[in-house]
């Protein structure tokens, strides 16, 4: 069983940064290509990022394209988003998501993961 958790949330100030992490357990987090989504309220889930496997694929939406940053670490179980200039419209609750085992690619699309962790909170104030 794939477990996901995510930190790193919390309130900051308009044009602040903020890391997120995601610490995978149960399966070995290499095999899993992995996600970002977030989902502000009365919104649908939205994709953030992708990234590959191994690392070397990554996807944004144009949205947060140049201030956002997904990245791993195989050998720690864990991944990242790096969030920079942060905007008021960036607000949401955070998620998480692993794709299936063995697929390489990470998708833009919610219905192609098959794990989820709980979510963090991210609030920017203006």
């Known amino acids: 069983q794939v477990l996901l958790a995510e930190s790193g949330g919390g309130l900051v100030q308009v044009g602040d940064s903020l890391r997120l992490s995601c610490r995978e357990t149960?399966?070995?987090?290499?095999?899993?290509?992995m996600g970002w989504f977030r989902q502000a309220p009365g919104k649908e889930r939205e994709f953030v990022a992708t990234i590959s496997r191994n690392g070397d694929t990554t996807s944004y939406p144009d949205s947060v394209k140049g201030r956002f940053t997904i990245s791993r670490d195989n050998a720690k179980d864990t991944l990242y988003l790096q969030m920079n200039s942060l905007k008021p419209e960036d607000t949401a609750v955070y998620y998480c998501?692993?794709?299936?085992?063995?697929?390489?690619?990470?998708?833009?699309?919610?219905?192609?993961?098959?794990?989820w962790g709980q979510g963090t909170q991210v609030t920017v104030s203006s």
């Open positions: 998501a692993a794709r299936p085992f063995a697929l390489p690619y990470g998708s833009p699309s919610a219905r192609d993961y098959a794990y």
């Open positions: 149960g399966r070995p987090f290499s095999a899993y290509a």
